[in-house]
């Protein structure tokens, strides 16, 4: 959307939403049914919308997001579903953790100079005698402007700052961009932030399938800005210790 020059003032209706799709209807609400009537998109990104994200699907294609996703380096199967604007399609942590680090570097994907666009687990290969055969040292590719992954993290840093991402805020004061991510049947609770130096991915879930968590925390479902945030949290402050 940022790069279809659709800005994060523009604004959309916070409410149930029917969309149609030819023969059948998308309905829509919101977490809890939250609706916050007429808002920016900055303030949905804010407070995670799905009304107001199930608008802009509609406007800017849900093939765009397909292209925009895998620019960034997701490789997992994708299909052009509408839902796939709220997440809708599975995609797992490495890769959403590579695909924000984009943001961070601004707007660059971080590639291997030998392997290409995969997650550089595999730094260097060498041989039984220490020599370099292979050097997959970091490339950065342009896959975003500057400018948009500019305001990409400064409408993340809102969502921790103000929004569902509060229990990820750092206690030393450093900048967090992230995005809190709930399923609707409260099977997954994902947290996805950074700082200037890391970017980390966090999922909560049952992983021999699907299993509603309703009353995990404290009494009350797991949401994105409950574990995972406060997971997310726990580990960034040991691991910036070590990054100063």
């Known amino acids: 959307a940022l790069r279809d020059g659709i800005s ?16 059948k209807v998308w309905s829509v609400h919101n ?3 939250s609706d916050l009537g007429r808002i920016s998109l ?18 800017v294609g849900p093939a765009a997001v397909v292209r925009t996703a895998r620019r960034l380096g ?12 709220l997440g809708a399609e599975a995609v797992n942590p490495l890769e959403m953790a590579r695909a924000f680090s984009t943001f961070a570097n601004e707007g660059r994907r971080i590639d291997g100079a030998v392997f290409g666009n995969r997650p550089r687990a595999v730094t260097v ?7 370099l055969v292979d050097d997959n040292r970091p490339v950065g590719r342009p896959v975003l402007t500057e400018n948009t992954a500019a305001l990409v993290t400064s409408l993340l840093r809102n969502v921790v700052t103000g929004g569902t991402g509060r229990q990820a805020q750092l206690s030393d004061g450093r900048q967090v961009a992230g995005k809190t991510g ?10 996805v932030g950074y700082t200037p130096q890391l970017v980390t991915a966090v999922w909560v879930g049952y992983p021999n399938g699907l299993r509603p968590m ?30 100063k």
């Open 8 to 23: 994060p003032d523009s604004e959309f209706e916070s409410g149930p939403v029917e969309i149609p799709l030819g023969d």
């Open 31 to 33: 977490y809890e049914n």
């Open 42 to 59: 900055a303030t949905a990104t804010e407070f995670s919308d799905n009304t107001v994200y199930a608008q802009l699907t509609q406007l």
């Open 74 to 85: 997701i490789t997992s199967p994708l299909k052009n579903y509408f839902a796939i604007g």
């Open 125 to 131: 290969v060498r041989n039984e005698v220490g020599k």
């Open 182 to 191: 709930t399923t609707e049947n409260y099977g997954d609770a994902w947290f």
């Open 214 to 243: 309703l009353t995990e925390y404290h009494g009350d479902a797991v949401a994105g800005g409950t574990f995972p945030a406060l997971i997310w949290k726990a580990f960034m402050e040991s691991a910036n210790r070590l990054l």
